[in-house]
């Protein structure tokens, strides 16, 4: 029985290897680095640590990859990696060929192992549940394993039980198991042993093992892959063989996640057994090599990542391979000559036409040919009796159970798509030669259609049973059994596709999904959602999700979010696409009819121009595994430097580079970032695919840049990475040179406004002495001619009056006469004198005297008010600030009706200030302002005054609380320049 069942998995591992060579990446997508993307050469082995990084040696060194750059790690000699292993403890150990021994990378750093006895070439490292390191030392057949363990190393020899081979591979499996494979035997260690002991398993040179996910071990050797012992049994059994396809023999192998295993051959590709743990007859073995996509068939080094990818390494570089979502189901031809159709039957059976056939999948089963047909089917929809409509060039079959009924077409035309309405008539749109009816055997053509007239070219049914048709050229005008409808019927500019939804019939163009049958016509605009345009097909499943297939692939959406967003257009909704990432391999085929449909089963099944393409949901996975987010670089001016906290960058840096990562390596081109620099801008910055940040305009001081990683799935990295940097300053930004430049700039500032108030000063003093001349120049002119006439016309009335001495009547009349003439020529004299002498006139004396003058009233005004020690006034000003003063008594005197007036005067080290402030009435606010009251001219008179002797003048008044008039004057514009104080 066991060697009829041996003989049975041979012949269908023969068989398999007959199949399409697609077998080898179904469910998978194959990704390649070659060396002219950077990838290293002759690859050796493969591994991962913990934060996510690939580990890479083979001939060119040891290398580091995150999924989009190589990074080689620097050593002073050149070196031929043979293995590597990362350990938990963050360590990676790196095995080299050549007799170069052991090293350990860490800290940053390769370092030496110290292991004793280096060999030729290091065959394998592993780690057990202890962290200890095993080395198996390959090229010598005495103390060929080694043991690093609490910092000591131990060499075994046949005194711990193994004989003395070389060790070509290690496994330490889930139980604690130590698995020893030598050249021709392999040997195990259980947990607690101390001797190692035979399993009596007999093997060729260059065999390996590894372990199944329920802890089974196979053995790879130069026959095929079987099974050598049982999860939790000690006892050794000799499984089934599975050959290999001819001429390979394996190196290195192991499980992924979904049970398939995966070898590699050293020469002829990897070879991968699908389902070895099922039913021995659905076991198939197939190889992948160059023709498939694999950069070399030369491959050693074959790994499993933490995300469950497959990597290959080969000579011409590296090789991932990752499920993938979308897979092409077989025994459907791939590439037909005319479009692929796809219809589902009502009890949930998924038929696809291509130009030879119509193929039937039932719910989980493979497609298998249902109808041969001798010319292409046109058109394929569901019948409502059950089964489908199939519709070639010559005639209309429909196909239900396994049986068919055909009846001929009246006339030869093409149908781009066909529809069954609730009175069972099937429509059969078909441009220019019409639109076409099929019922209860017989045929119509719709009048009124022709060449340029409605031009029908697809067909959908409303969920009231009536047909909607698209047509491309206006649609027909008159009663008709069906909804017309045309690019100007919807606001998605153009019918790309007529998609059935939520219980209704919806169009996709250009600018996005448009529902005309529901109320308010709604559009999701591509803007806001733009997997909505161009849309070729859609779906509901079964599982609360609708599936749309378009130009940018297929997308996944839940039914609800649809509903939502078309009644409350701007609404969320969050889809998942799935598009050449994810296993697909052609564009969306342009057509009528359906292009994706949901079977009774929940697969997703959707034509392209190439082939019919599935999604099994159930089968779909989270990558639950967040990224390890690093910042790798920063980089100032012409200077790169390594990532490392408390860095200090150089005076002047205003421009930083960084260079971060996150070896997410399912689909690196999927990865988010999300960043900030602290110190700067401070705002976070989100991106996709892009692993470097650009910071400008930055001064010195202390920063902290922040960078956050999410993958394809949206799990985000739970702490951020970051890189605290500073920028020195220069001597132009230190506080003590900024504290020098200010005061020096304020004492510029200070020179300059002194300079120009000197100037001003200046000017002023000319002004002033120009007047003070204008005033002696009066002075003598009044000397020369008026006074001097004056007293000769005294005399002249002198000499009248003695002629009249003897006459009483004119004596009465001259002698007052000529007294009132000497007082008016002694007054003369004293003006004279004052114009020859206004810089000896005392100022406050001044003041007292216009106080004290008869025409006010008696005890109006008070005693006047001196403040500080007084100075000489300039000349000038002794005149303009006394009229000033004056008016400001005047106006108190008459129009306030104060019964109290004060006066007073501060001579201030700064300013010259005088004031008049009564207890009357008060002004109007409306004539305190310059313009003072329309035809009154006094306040105007003394704000000109002000500010001729750059001056300010402020009047605080409210009515009834009085009055004040305070003129200020700067004291360099109001005091003799020689500071003497007046007597």
């Not at 292993?85 to 030496?112: D, H």
């Not at 070399?296 to 790994?303: G, H, L, M, P, Y």
Request: hydrophobic share 40%; glycine share 12%; charged share 20%.
């Amino acid at each position: 029985m066991a060697a009829g069942l041996l003989l049975l998995v041979q012949f269908n591992a023969r068989a398999a290897s007959d199949r399409p060579a697609a077998d080898a990446l179904r469910g998978f997508r194959i990704t390649h680095w070659s060396l002219e993307e950077g990838a290293p050469s002759r690859i050796n082995s493969i591994t991962q640590s913990a934060d996510g990084m690939l580990w890479i040696g083979g001939v060119d060194g040891l290398f580091r990859f995150d999924g989009v750059t190589f990074e080689k790690v620097e050593s002073r000699r050149r070196l031929v990696v043979a293995q590597v292993l990362a350990a938990r403890s963050g360590k990676v150990w790196v095995g080299l060929a050549r007799g170069q021994g052991l090293l350990v990378y860490r800290e940053g750093a390769l370092r030496p192992s110290a292991m004793p006895n280096p060999s030729r070439e290091v065959n394998d490292i592993a780690e057990d549940r202890d962290g200890a390191i095993w080395v198996a030392r390959g090229g010598r057949s005495v103390r060929s394993l080694a043991r690093y363990s609490g910092g000591r190393w131990q060499e075994f020899d046949a005194a711990s039980g193994l004989p003395d081979q070389p060790v070509w591979n290690l496994l330490v499996a889930r139980d604690g198991t130590l698995w020893v494979v030598l050249e021709h035997a392999i040997y195990r260690r259980r947990p607690g042993a101390e001797r190692f002991e035979p399993t009596g398993l007999a093997v060729p040179p260059r065999s390996s093992l590894a372990e199944d996910p329920d802890g089974g071990i196979w053995l790879s050797d130069r026959l095929g892959i079987r099974r050598v012992a049982v999860a939790g049994s000690g006892a050794i059994m000799r499984g089934p063989l599975h050959r290999h396809p001819e001429p390979a023999g394996g190196t290195r192998t192991l499980f992924d996640r979904h049970g398939d295993l995966w070898e590699a051959t050293w020469s002829d590709g990897v070879v991968r057994v699908i389902n070895p743990l099922g039913n021995p007859r659905k076991i198939r073995v197939a190889r992948l090599d160059m023709t498939l996509g694999l950069l070399s068939d030369q491959t050693r080094a074959i790994f499993r990542d933490r995300e469950g990818n497959v990597w290959v390494g080969t000579e011409l570089g590296l090789n991932m391979l990752r499920r993938v979502p979308i897979t092409a189901p077989p025994g459907i031809p791939v590439n037909s000559s005319s479009s692929y159709r796809l219809a589902l039957a009502a009890d949930g059976t998924v038929f696809a036409a291509e130009a030879s056939g119509v193929y039937r999948i039932a719910g989980g089963a493979e497609p298998l040919l249902a109808l041969r047909t001798d010319s292409p089917v046109d058109a394929l929809c569901r019948s409502a009796s059950g089964g489908v409509w199939v519709v070639t060039g010559n005639q209309v079959i429909r196909l239900a159970r396994g049986q068919r009924a055909a009846s001929p077409k009246p006339t030869p035309f093409t149908a781009q798509a066909c529809a069954e309405d609730a009175m069972g008539r099937l429509w059969l749109p078909a441009l220019d030669k019409g639109l076409f009816v099929f019922a209860n055997g017989r045929w119509t053509t719709w009048p009124g259609l022709g060449p340029g007239i409605g031009v029908p070219g697809n067909v959908a049914i409303l969920p009231d049973g009536r047909p909607v048709i698209h047509f491309r050229n206006g649609v027909p005008s008159g009663p008709v059994p069906f909804v017309g409808i045309d690019e100007r019927s919807a606001p998605s500019e153009g019918i790309e596709g007529m998609l059935m939804g939520q219980g209704t019939v919806l169009v996709s163009g250009a600018a996005g999904l448009a529902a005309p049958f529901l109320p308010g016509r709604p559009l999701l605009d591509k803007a806001r959602y733009p997997w909505a345009a161009s849309l070729n097909g859609l779906a509901e499943g079964p599982s609360g999700y609708t599936w749309a297939v378009g130009d940018e692939g297929v997308v996944r959406l839940r039914t609800a979010d649809l509903a939502r967003a078309l009644a409350h257009p701007g609404a969320p909704v969050p889809t998942r696409l799935f598009d050449f990432r994810d296993g697909l391999n052609s564009f969306v085929q342009k057509g009528g009819g359906d292009q994706i449909v949901v079977g009774g089963d929940g697969r997703v099944w959707f034509a392209t121009r190439r082939n019919v393409l599935s999604i099994d949901p159930g089968s779909l996975s989270v990558n639950r595994m967040p990224p390890s987010v690093q910042v790798r670089t920063i980089q100032a001016g012409a200077r790169t430097l390594n990532a490392a906290d408390g860095l200090q960058l150089p005076a002047g840096t205003t421009r930083v580079e960084i260079g971060f990562t996150a070896p997410s390596l399912s689909v690196p081109q999927r990865v988010t970032f999300r960043f900030r620099l602290n110190g700067a801008d401070g705002g976070w910055t989100t991106v996709r695919n892009v692993r470097r940040a650009v910071f400008s305009d930055l001064g010195p001081g202390d920063y902290t840049f922040e960078v956050l990683a999410a993958n394809e799935d949206g799990a985000w990295s739970a702490r951020p990475a970051r890189l605290r940097f500073q920028i020195a300053r220069a001597f132009h930004q230190t506080w003590w040179f900024r504290v020098t430049a200010a005061l020096v700039l304020l004492g510029l500032l200070y020179a300059g406004f002194s300079l120009r108030l000197s100037q001003v000063s200046g000017q002023i003093q000319q002004r002033m002495l120009a007047r003070t001349h204008e005033r002696e120049r009066i002075a003598r002119e009044l000397h020369d001619t008026m006074i001097q006439g004056v007293q000769g016309l005294i005399m002249r009335f002198q000499s009248v009056a003695d002629r009249f001495a003897d006459d009483p009547r004119a004596q009465a009349v001259l002698v007052p006469a000529l007294d009132r003439a000497e007082e008016m020529l002694v007054e003369g004299r004293e003006r004279v004198s004052g114009l020859r002498r206004a810089d000896e006139r005392d100022f406050v004396r001044e003041v007292q005297r216009l106080t004290a003058d008869e025409i006010y009233p008696a005890g109006l005004i008070g005693p006047l008010v001196v403040r500080g020690r007084p100075h000489r006034l300039l000349p000038e000003l002794v005149d303009e600030v006394l009229a000033v003063i004056c008016e400001a008594l005047n106006n108190a005197a008459c129009h306030s009706g104060a019964t109290r007036v004060d006066v007073g005067v501060v001579f201030g080290p700064l300013r010259f200030t005088v004031f008049v402030r009564d207890n009357g009435v008060g002004i109007s606010p409306d004539f305190v302002s310059p313009k003072g009251r329309p035809g009154h001219y006094g306040l105007l008179g003394i704000y000109e005054r002000a500010r001729a002797m750059k001056g300010k003048l402020r009047i605080e008044s409210a009515e009834g609380f009085g009055t004040e008039i305070r003129l200020k004057v700067p004291a360099r514009f109001a005091y003799l320049p020689d500071g003497i104080a007046a007597r």
